[in-house]
């Protein structure tokens, strides 16, 4: 839904008048990402649109960053933000490691995050989801909203399309699935929020996170559970 | 062991030819003439040790003003001897450790790195012309809330920080340390109940040996982190302290009599 008066302020390739906090011509992640800890693993999704207003800067980008061994972030908001958190963080952690001689925990992941979050919230736009495995806490991830809270969650979904599928997700989510319904959730999910979303589309990014390793999947836009072609 | 410095010991940026920094030698015996500090890692747990041969009548005695024990943060603690105004300050810095640490990562800090930055700054100021270096040890006990396992450190003056299953330092440490070997730790811990009893009984086997402690009173400062505590660093309770000293005189009268059995027998 656009207002009349957001449609006459709005111009060709910019995001500026819709996301007050993305400047101009800055290039938007608006977004799906979600996160799902199951028993035997974290499934990570992402949908891949990078948008400039109305202009898709990036049809297939990756937006789940890896941090660590077994910790990846979801990004949405402004692309340079989080890109520039992620690797401020990325670089913390193989410092921690360093000096502590362990895997960082997803907690510290979190942590280091939001405090840059919350240092610099007025002049930030980024919504991220920190998800993996650690030794000492298993499987879980975080949600990092956009005024810096860090909340531990059972589920997380972020980004602009996330609004859409809260319902999906609240009804399908059990707490003993496993990766691999998880993986099955998370792919017809995103699809319903690029179905409905215009700042989300593309390609369905998924990694699914365990101790003894991570696979990085995708599902083509032409392939999707749900969509045009799909209805 | 009295090597003259001829020299070389006037800063602690000068090395002697034998490859020594006297100024730091000087510092740890600051720490040798001072009160018997004692820990011990047991199985379910970490108890650490401080025996405090009263000052005098005047002064405020246990924990009131003169406390050698300190809470460095919830999961960690830590008994310090030698020079204790120098003690203090490592105290004190330790806590901005423990504080920055958890600031900075969101958990509690790790005991190895506690104790490493400890080390890393004890050390930085046997390397100053301009400084001196401090002329206190630290015994550290905490809890790893990552890996749940406790860990026992202790820092020296030249800045080394090392992990132990027993440790002794301070005034009698070579018989402490004996009494502690013989405990077998390394091979089968104890339990921190039992650790209590132990410390309890060196501490007091030293203060009778030294002829100097003739019919003064010992006060025992005790302090463990374990089960019982839910992993936080507390004070043993004083009647928990009382009963171990009782134990531990009845096992030194009875080892008495065994020893002067054996010399009218030999």
Redesign the interface.
Known sequence: MISSRASQQHQMGSAHADYPGLKENEVSTGTTIMAIPMADGVVVGADSRVSTGSYVANRVSDKISQLSKHIFCCRSGSAADTQALTDYVKFYLQN?SV????EP?V??A???MR?MCYGNKERLLAGVIIAGW???DGFSCYQIPLGATCLKVPFALSGSGSGYIYGLVDSEYRPDMTCDEGRVLVKKAISHAMARDGSSGGIIRTVVIKPTGNDRDYTAGNALPFGPTGY | MASSGSGYDLSSSTFSPDGRIFQVEYASKAVENSGTVIGIKASDGIVLGVSKPLLHKMVVATTGSYKRIHNIDVHAGMASTGFLPDARVLVGRAIDEAVDWQD????KV?P??LADRLGHYVHYFTLHGALRPFGASCVMGAFD????KYGLYMVEPNGVAYSYFGVATGKGKQAAKTELEKLNLHKEPCTSADAVKHIAKILTLLHHENKDNEGKPLELEISWICEATGQKHAGVPKDTIAAAVTWANEQLDEEEEDDDEEMEEG
Do not use: S, V
């Open positions: 921690l000096e502590t001689g362990r925990t907690k510290t979190a942590h280091l405090k650690d030794a000492a | 900075n990562f969101g958990g790790p190895h790195i809330q990552e890996e749940k």
